[in-house]
């Protein structure tokens, strides 16, 4: 959706992965589906100190997920 925003984009402290970070502009729920780059292999959620949250299910290539007004989310990419 064109109000969530990507506002980083970088390899993780740690060297695991890289990771993205988005953010929501929008007044209401949004439900954000991303394909993901060939290769990759896990996704999972983290804090914004990069600790692992909870992971991400991975099908077809994608990931979905639902996004509050106002909420930002950090998400790390790893490849198989």
Partial sequence: PKDIR???LKEAEDG???????YS???????VE??????VAQAEETN???EFCR????EEG???FCMKPSQIR???LLRQ
């Avoid at 502009?25 to 439900?31: G, I």
């Avoid at 991303?34 to 290769?39: D, Q, R, T, V």
């Avoid at 992971?55 to 991975?58: C, D, F, N, T």
């Fill in 34 to 39: 991303l394909a993901l780059p060939e290769g």
């Fill in 25 to 31: 502009v929008a007044k209401e729920e949004r439900r």
């Fill in 74 to 76: 950090t998400i790390r």
């Fill in 48 to 50: 914004l100190a990069e």
């Fill in 55 to 58: 992971g991400l299910s991975v």
């Fill in 6 to 8: 990507l506002s980083a």
């Fill in 16 to 22: 695991r992965g890289i990771l993205l970070r988005l």
């Fill in 62 to 64: 994608r990931i979905s």
